[in-house]
Every structure is written in C-alpha cells, then in structure tokens.
C-alpha cells in the first residue's frame, strides 16, 4: 500500500535523484523540539524524540546499504511539528523512494510508541473500543478478521484510518502523516538552494513569529502577464519582463518550463541561497 501520492507522476522514483522531503508530525503536534528566540543565532532545542529522528535520517545511508540501496543524505532538520531532509538516490535501486521514506517514517514510529510505553502494533491487541456500539459497522466486521492492531491498520484506508484513530487513544496514530511531499532537484543550483532552504528553516521560523509582516504567504503575485506563488519578504520582488528572458535547453521561453526554470535562477540570485525567497510557477 502506497503511503504517498507522488508530484511528478512521470518521475522514475526508483532511478537516480535529489530530493527535498517533508514530513509533517500528525496533528500538528510539535514533539520534536521548540524554537529558540534568537534569530541571528536560529536553532531548534530538540526533544528525545526529535533527536532520534535526525539520527534515523543520518543512518539512512548505511541502513538501506544493507538492502542493497545506495543513498547519501545532505542536509535535515527536526523543526517543531515537521520534518526536512535532503536525500540522494546514487544507483538505481530495486526499492522506491517511498519505499524508502516508509521505511524512516516506521523507524520513528516505532521508538515514538517504545517511548510512550506501548508495544508494537503487530504485537498489540485490538482495542475493544472497535467492538463497542460506538464503532462503524464496517470497523467491527474488519476487527474480527484480525489478530492484532497492525494488520488491521495496515488493511484500512486513509479515511477509515483517521476514523480509527479518532476511536482509539491518539498516541496509537504513526508520528507522521501518511502523505509527504517531495521536491526533485533540477539541477545544481536549485541542490544548493534546498540545502540552503532546510539549514534555514529554524531562522525563518523564528522571523515568522517575531516579525510576521516581513514574512508573508501570497498565492497571487503578478510577476509580468503571470501569477506566481511567494512566500518571504515581498518587497524584495520586482517586476521582471518574463517576455525578454531567454529560453532554456531549447525549451520556448514562454512554455511553464523555462519560466520555472528562469524565476527560480532568478530568486537564487536574489536570495544567494540564503532562504529569504523562494518563487514557485502557478499550480497546475
């Protein structure tokens, strides 16, 4: 069972690539650390749990070398209530990228439910929450064909899944959310800007919180004849003539793809990796 909707459907995400994953912790819940308040010196005074996420990230490479994987991870950080990491797929490989980030997201489940004192869920009963009257018919009936609370998770939906949990004590749900979101890496340039957008979350999210005005969400800049998705400091942007930039590897200059291509060249040089912009093409 997939526990992902990939963005780019035509992507081989078992071939060679750069990523920048996220994950969100469920709920919302900040356990993995708190902000501090300086913004010149940002950092994140981690939990226990969120220290052992960033070392399960760390220990990706030489865990998946055991199944014959070949990965080198870049950067991370463990932020209150979400997860980003850089990795790199070297070889192509007989595991997906989910499989993969699967596989992390089980690793922390797993010591976040030790730490709160519960067994596995392959090794837990199924609550008798599931047979009371308060239950879905669909969930007693799912509940007696198994034999413990892992394989029933395992054989529900996302949907049904958010149902159990709202049933069952909520410190039973995985760490993370089922989704996560990747980013393919375009190239050198925009390596180095994910690099440099995780090392610089803790800053802009102590800015976001100290200074709020100067860190703004807009889903409608108009950039040219376009609308552009920003978030940052919006004075910086000026009004580029999307008209006279040049097209890219062969590309139109007016097709999505070389637009794509040349406002984010654009908001590197702005920004000089350091984080303070980021400009994204309309949704498609």
């Not at 870049?74 to 797929?89: K, L, S, T």
């Not at 669909?138 to 949907?159: P, V």
């Not at 375009?186 to 005005?213: C, K, S």
Request: aromatic share 8%.
């Amino acid at each position: 069972m997939k526990s992902y909707r990939p963005r780019n459907p035509g992507h081989d995400y078992y071939g060679k690539g750069i990523y920048l994953i996220t994950l969100v912790v469920s709920m919302r819940t900040p356990l993995l650390g708190r902000l501090g308040n300086d913004a010149m010196h940002p950092e994140v005074i981690l939990t226990p749990l969120g220290e052992m996420v960033r070392q399960e990230w760390n220990s990706l490479p030489e865990k998946q070398a055991a199944h014959g994987n070949n990965v080198a991870v870049h950067a991370c950080v463990c932020m209150p209530d979400h997860f980003h990491g850089v990795i790199e797929v070297r070889e192509s490989m007989h595991w997906s990228l989910g499989d993969i980030i699967q596989a992390f997201k089980a690793a922390c489940t797993s010591f976040w439910q030790r730490q709160q004192g519960h067994d596995h869920s392959c090794n837990r009963p199924i609550s008798v929450d599931c047979y009371s009257e308060q239950a879905p018919q669909w969930l007693r009936e799912k509940a007696a064909r198994y034999l413990n609370e892992g394989a029933l998770i395992r054989a529900l939906s996302k949907r049904q899944r958010e149902q159990y949990y709202l049933l069952v004590h909520s410190e039973h749900r995985p760490l993370f959310d089922d989704n996560y979101d990747d980013t393919v890496c375009i190239g050198q340039r925009h390596r180095e800007a994910m690099v440099a957008y995780v090392n610089d979350n803790p800053r802009r999210a102590i800015l976001r919180r100290t200074l709020p005005h100067m860190m703004q969400r807009c889903l409608h800049v108009q950039i040219g004849e376009h609308d552009y998705g920003t978030f940052g400091n919006l004075l910086i942007l000026a009004p580029w003539a999307l008209e006279s930039m040049p097209p890219v590897n062969g590309v139109p200059a007016h097709t999505d793809y070389s637009r794509f291509h040349n406002m984010n060249n654009l908001a590197a040089e702005i920004c000089h990796f350091n984080g303070q912009a980021k400009i994204i093409p309309p949704c498609q």
